[in-house]
C-alpha cells in the first residue's frame, strides 16, 4: 500500500503547495519538510520493494502508510479550516490556523522519525538485505510461487478444450518450410488462459516430432538466472558433465550453440515475464536456415514484441459451449451428466467468466461432490468462494506491476462486474486521483495512454471495443482479476465497494468507496473518503441522507462519480467540496442543477451528461482556471450567447484540453479563442443564425488552435448556413474529423473540401436527412494520408476512385448506406495496404452482395477482409 500511497500524497502535497502557497503561511516549513521526507521515503520504497521479507523492514512500511494517510488528513484539515476562516476576521484566523499548525507540525515529525528509521536502514543494508530497487525476494514469497507453479502444472495436464484451431495455426507456422529463418514464435494472454498448456500440446505433437531433430522445454518465471536456463536447455540433449555445470554463462552458450550446429531444433521458453531473458540467450541458438524455431509463453505483450517481428498468437477466453464441455469432461471423466444437472453445469461453466484455469479448478473440485442437483445449486449459489483460489495465479501478474501500475489496475475494480470501461472517462480519473505522474515534457495524457498500454500488453486489462483509429474506446476486466483487484484494496484501505452481494460492513478507513445498488441504502459514509462513486441501475433514485452526506461530511472528496441515477437536485451545496477535482453526472436524470457546480476551485475534469433543468452559462469562467476537461452532453450543449462580452476579455485559459459540446453564437469564436491548448473540440450548429459571417469566424479560431488533435461537428436542421465547406486550412495537427447532419442533407461540397486536408487520417460523416442518390469520385492525390473512412446514412450509388486516391486507406465502413451498388476492384479492394472494408445495413443492395463475394472468390489471396453484415 505504502509504495502505491506516498507518490499520490506527495504529488497531491506539491500541486496544493504550488496552487496554494498563500494558505500555507506561517506552516510553510513544515510543509517543505513533509515533501522533502517523503521524497526520500518513496526511494527508499522503491529500493526496498523486494525486501519486505525481515518483520522489521515490514513493519516500517505500514507505519509510512499510516503516516501518508495522516499528512493527507493533516494538509486538507488545514487547509479546509483556511479557507473557511477567510470570511472570519483576522484574530479567528491567527487563532484557528494556529491550532491546525500544531497539528501539521505534529505529523511532520512523525514522518522525520520514520525518515530517520529509513536512514538506518540504509546504513546497514545487509543486515536487511536491501540493494537496488525492485530486486526479488525470497524464503515466504519464493515457496508461495513454487506452490502456485505447481498447482499451474496440474491444471495444463488437464485435457483443455477450444484449442484445436490454435494447434493447428501455430504447428503450420513452426513447420512452414516455405521460412527457413530461424524464427521466435509466442503465444501471449493472461494468467490461467492456457498458454502453457497449448504449447505443451504442441510439443509433443507427431507432426512436431517428426519435423525436428531435437526439442527442450524449459520454465523460466519470474525469477530466471541465464546460467539455469541455458543448463535446463542442455539437459534436455545431454547428460551434464562436471565440467559443464562448473562453466560460466559464455561457455555455456558457446557449448549449446556448438550442439545445435547443423540440426533443426525446437525451443519452448515457458512463462517469460521480461525481455532480458530473450536478450541473455539469444546467441546461444544458431541461425542456419534450417527452418529451427523458438516458442515462448508469455502474460506480457511487449515481451513478445521483443523477441520478433512476428505478431504473437493471442488466446482468447472460451465461450459459453466450450467453458460447458471443459467443465464437463473435468467433472465426468468421459461419463454422460445427468440431464438434470446440465443447465445448473452450464451456469457454474458460465461464472468462470471463460477462463480454463477457473473452469478446471471448480471442475476438480465438483468432481470429488454427489452429482446430485441440491448439491450443485448449493454449489452454485457459493461458486465465487470457489473461484477465489484462482486469484492466487493471477497474484503473481499483479506483483509483477510497478507501483504506478498497480494503482491504476487496482482502480478497475471500483467499477460494477462485467462493466464496460470507458477508457476515456478511466483515464480523467487515474488523473483526478493522482495517480498519473508527468513532466512538463510529456502530455499527462499521454503518460496515461502509456499506463493503459502497459496493463493491456501485461493481460490485466481486455480491450472491448476500439475507435476507428485504433485506439481502445472501452476495456474490461476479468471476474477473477477484478476479484483480486477488490481484495488487495480493501486490506490496503485504497477502496470498498457495497453492492447487492457484497453487503458487508464498511471499511471507515477506506480512502474510496463504490457503490453498486438497485436501492441506495442509508448509511454513514466514510468522513476520511477522497472518491465517492454511485452506479445506478434504470435511473433508482439517489436517497436523500446519502446525498446530503455527499455535501456535508465529506469535504475531502477530490472525486465524485454519479452514473444512472435520479436525483431530485445538485443543491448549492455542492459548493462545499472545496477540493474537488473530477465530477462526472453521468446518463443522470437531475431535476435541477444549481449554478453553484461552477464554484470548485480545483476541479480539473467537468463531465455533465444528464436530462435535467438548471443554468449551465451563469458563473461557467469561475471554474475555469484549472479545468483540463470540459464535456457537457449535446441536450445541454454550452449556450454563451448570453454572455456579457467582457467576460470574454482577458488572459486565455491555457489548461483545458477538451471541450465538448458547445452551441455555436455569436460568442462562439470568442470563446474558442479562449482556450488555445484544446486538444479535442465538439461544436453544434442549431437554431437560427446571428450573423452571416458566424461560421467563418468560427472556423477562423478553429485554425489557431495549433494543439488540436480532433473535432466532431453536429449540425440540425435549424441551422441555415453550410458549415463544411468551410472547413479549409485546418490546423496541421488536426487529424480526426467527425461530421454529423440531423435533419439536413449532407453537402458534397464539403467532402472535396475535406478532401484536400494533407494531415487527415480519420473521416466520419452520418446524416439522418432524406436526399437524391449520388455518385462519389475521388481522384488522385485527394485524401492523401486517410487511413480510416465510415459513412453512415448517406444515399451513396456508386463509390469510384482513381489509383492514387486515398493510398493510405486501411479501413474503410459503410453503413445504412441503402442505395451503394458498386466499390472499385482493383483502384481499392486489391490494395495492400486495405485491411478491413465493412457494409452494414438493414438491406444491402444485392448487386453489391454478388460484386464483393464474386471478388472475394476471384482474389483469395488479397489480405483485405471483407465483412457484409446485415441487419
Known amino acids: 500500500m505504502a509504495d502505491i500511497l506516498v507518490p499520490i500524497v506527495l504529488d497531491n502535497l506539491i500541486k496544493f503547495g504550488t496552487y496554494e502557497a498563500n494558505l500555507l503561511r506561517g506552516v510553510r516549513d513544515q510543509v517543505d519538510t513533509l515533501e522533502s521526507d517523503l521524497r526520500f521515503i518513496k526511494v527508499f520504497l522503491k529500493k526496498s520493494a523486494g525486501t519486505r521479507n525481515d518483520p522489521f523492514v515490514e513493519e516500517l512500511v505500514n507505519q509510512i502508510s499510516d503516516a501518508a494517510l495522516e499528512i493527507e488528513d493533516a494538509i486538507d484539515a488545514y487547509a479546509a479550516r483556511v479557507i473557511e476562516e477567510r470570511r472570519r476576521n483576522l484574530l479567528g484566523k491567527l487563532f484557528h490556523s494556529f491550532g491546525h499548525a500544531k497539528v501539521l507540525h505534529g505529523v511532520a515529525n512523525k514522518t522525520t522519525t520514520i525518515k530517520e528509521k529509513v536512514q538506518n536502514i540504509y546504513n546497514n543494508k545487509e543486515k536487511y538485505g536491501i540493494g537496488e530497487a525492485d530486486q526479488p525476494s525470497v524464503d515466504d514469497e519464493e515457496a508461495e510461487q513454487s506452490s502456485i507453479e505447481k498447482r499451474r502444472r496440474n491444471v495444463e495436464e488437464a485435457d483443455v478444450v477450444g484449442?484445436?484451431?490454435?494447434?493447428?495455426?501455430?504447428?503450420?507456422?513452426?513447420?512452414?518450410?516455405?521460412n527457413l529463418q530461424r524464427d521466435v514464435l509466442s503465444i501471449h494472454g493472461m494468467g490461467g488462459l492456457g498458454k502453457s498448456t497449448l504449447a505443451r500440446k504442441i510439443y509433443k505433437d507427431t507432426r512436431v516430432l517428426n519435423h525436428f531433430a531435437c526439442r527442450a522445454w524449459v520454465v523460466v518465471s519470474q525469477r530466471w538466472q541465464a546460467r539455469t536456463l541455458l543448463l535446463d536447455v542442455l539437459k534436455s540433449f545431454k547428460q551434464i558433465s562436471d565440467e559443464t555445470s562448473k562453466k560460466v554463462v559464455e561457455e555455456l552458450k558457446d557449448e549449446l550453440h556448438e550442439h545445435l550446429k547443423g540440426r533443426t531444433y525446437l525451443i519452448v521458453m515457458d512463462d517469460i515475464w521480461s525481455t532480458e531473458v530473450w536478450d541473455a540467450v539469444r546467441v546461444a541458438f544458431?541461425?542456419?536456415?534450417?527452418?529451427?524455431?523458438?516458442l515462448i509463453t508469455t502474460r506480457v505483450r511487449n515481451v513478445a514484441r521483443h523477441a520478433s517481428p512476428t505478431p504473437p498468437h493471442d488466446l482468447k477466453l472460451l465461450d459459453e459451449n466450450e467453458s460447458w464441455e471443459l467443465l464437463r469432461k473435468e467433472v465426468f471423466q468421459?461419463?454422460?451428466?445427468?440431464?438434470?444437472?446440465?443447465?445448473?453445469?452450464?451456469?457454474?461453466?458460465?461464472?468462470?467468466g471463460g477462463l480454463p484455469l477457473s473452469i478446471v479448478l471448480l471442475g476438480g473440485t465438483l468432481a470429488a461432490e454427489n452429482k446430485s442437483y441440491q448439491v450443485w445449486l448449493r454449489f452454485l449459489a457459493n461458486v465465487n468462494l470457489y473461484l477465489k483460489q484462482g486469484i492466487s495465479f493471477q497474484t503473481l501478474s499483479y506483483n509483477h506491476l510497478p507501483p504506478e501500475l498497480k494503482a491504476c489496475f487496482l482502480y478497475l475494480g471500483l467499477f460494477p462486474e462485467d462493466s464496460?470501461?470507458?477508457?476515456?472517462?478511466?483515464?480523467?480519473?487515474?488523473?483526478?486521483e493522482g495517480f498519473i505522474q508527468s513532466d512538463r515534457s510529456t502530455s499527462i495524457y499521454d503518460v496515461a495512454e502509456d499506463y493503459l498500454e502497459k496493463l493491456i500488453d501485461r493481460s490485466m486489462i481486455q480491450v472491448a471495443t476500439k475507435r476507428l483509429d485504433g485506439g481502445v474506446k472501452t476495456c474490461r476486466i476479468h471476474d477473477l482479476l477484478r476479484d483480486l483487484c477488490i481484495e488487495e484494496s480493501r486490506r490496503d484501505k485504497l477502496f470498498d465497494i457495497y453492492s447487492i452481494d457484497n453487503k458487508v460492513s464498511l471499511n471507515r478507513k477506506s480512502r474510496r468507496l463504490s457503490i453498486h445498488s438497485v436501492e441506495y441504502p442509508n448509511f454513514d459514509l466514510p468522513p476520511c473518503a477522497r472518491s465517492l462513486f454511485f452506479f445506478g441501475v434504470s435511473f433508482n433514485p439517489l436517497s436523500k441522507s446519502v446525498s446530503e452526506q455527499i455535501y456535508k461530511s465529506t469535504k475531502f472528496i477530490r472525486v465524485l462519480y454519479l452514473f444512472e441515477l435520479k436525483i431530485d437536485k445538485i443543491?448549492?451545496?455542492?459548493?462545499?467540496?472545496?477540493?474537488?477535482?473530477?465530477?462526472?453526472?453521468k446518463k443522470c436524470r437531475v431535476e435541477y442543477v444549481s449554478s453553484s457546480i461552477w464554484n470548485f476551485r480545483y476541479l480539473e475534469t467537468l463531465h455533465l451528461d444528464f436530462y435535467g433543468m438548471g443554468s449551465l452559462r451563469k458563473g461557467i469562467w469561475s471554474v475555469m482556471k484549472d479545468l483540463r476537461y470540459l464535456h457537457v452532453g449535446r441536450r445541454l450543449a454550452l449556450d454563451l450567447c448570453n454572455l456579457p462580452p467582457r467576460s470574454l476579455v482577458g488572459e486565455p485559459f491555457w489548461n483545458l484540453q477538451v471541450l465538448s459540446w458547445?452551441?455555436?453564437?455569436?460568442?462562439?469564436?470568442?470563446?474558442i479563442a479562449k482556450f488555445p491548448n484544446l486538444r479535442k473540440l465538439g461544436l453544434i450548429f442549431d437554431g437560427e443564425s446571428r450573423e452571416e459571417d458566424e461560421v467563418e469566424k468560427v472556423t477562423a479560431s478553429i485554425r489557431r488552435l495549433e494543439s488540436l488533435q480532433s473535432i466532431?461537428?453536429?449540425?440540425?436542421w435549424?441551422?441555415?448556413?453550410e458549415v463544411g465547406t468551410r472547413l479549409n486550412s485546418l490546423p496541421s495537427t488536426l487529424t480526426k474529423i467527425s461530421l454529423k447532419y440531423d435533419g439536413s442533407p449532407f453537402d458534397w461540397d464539403t467532402f472535396k473540401v475535406l478532401a484536400r486536408q494533407s494531415h487527415l487520417r480519420v473521416l466520419k460523416i452520418t446524416t439522418f436527412a432524406p436526399q437524391q442518390p449520388h455518385d462519389v469520385s475521388v481522384v488522385a492525390g485527394e485524401f492523401p494520408q486517410l487511413q480510416v473512412l465510415k459513412l453512415r446514412n448517406l444515399r451513396i450509388k456508386t463509390l469510384e476512385m482513381e489509383k492514387d486516391a486515398m493510398p493510405k486507406l486501411e479501413s474503410l465502413f459503410i453503413k445504412t448506406c441503402e442505395f451503394l451498388e458498386y466499390l472499385p476492384e482493383d483502384e481499392l479492394l486489391r490494395r495492400t495496404n486495405l485491411q478491413l472494408v465493412e457494409v452494414i445495413g438493414w438491406k444491402v443492395q444485392d448487386k453489391l452482395k454478388t460484386m464483393l463475394s464474386d471478388f472475394k472468390i476471384k482474389h483469395p489471396a488479397t489480405p483485405c477482409k471483407i465483412n457484409i453484415i446485415e441487419l
Open 286 to 294: 544458431p541461425d542456419e536456415s534450417n527452418g529451427s524455431r523458438i
Open 163 to 178: 484449442f484445436e484451431k490454435d494447434t493447428t495455426t501455430l504447428i503450420d507456422q513452426l513447420t512452414n518450410q516455405s
Open 718 to 721: 435549424r441551422y441555415p448556413m
Open 662 to 671: 458547445l452551441r455555436v453564437n455569436q460568442n462562439a469564436a470568442l470563446v
Open 712 to 716: 466532431k461537428i453536429r449540425k440540425y
Open 420 to 432: 464496460e470501461i470507458n477508457v476515456r472517462d478511466l483515464i480523467e480519473l487515474w488523473i483526478g
Open 571 to 585: 443543491p448549492s451545496q455542492i459548493e462545499e467540496l472545496i477540493f474537488l477535482r473530477c465530477l462526472y453526472i
Open 334 to 352: 468421459g461419463r454422460e451428466c445427468p440431464p438434470d444437472l446440465i443447465q445448473l453445469g452450464k451456469k457454474i461453466a458460465q461464472s468462470c
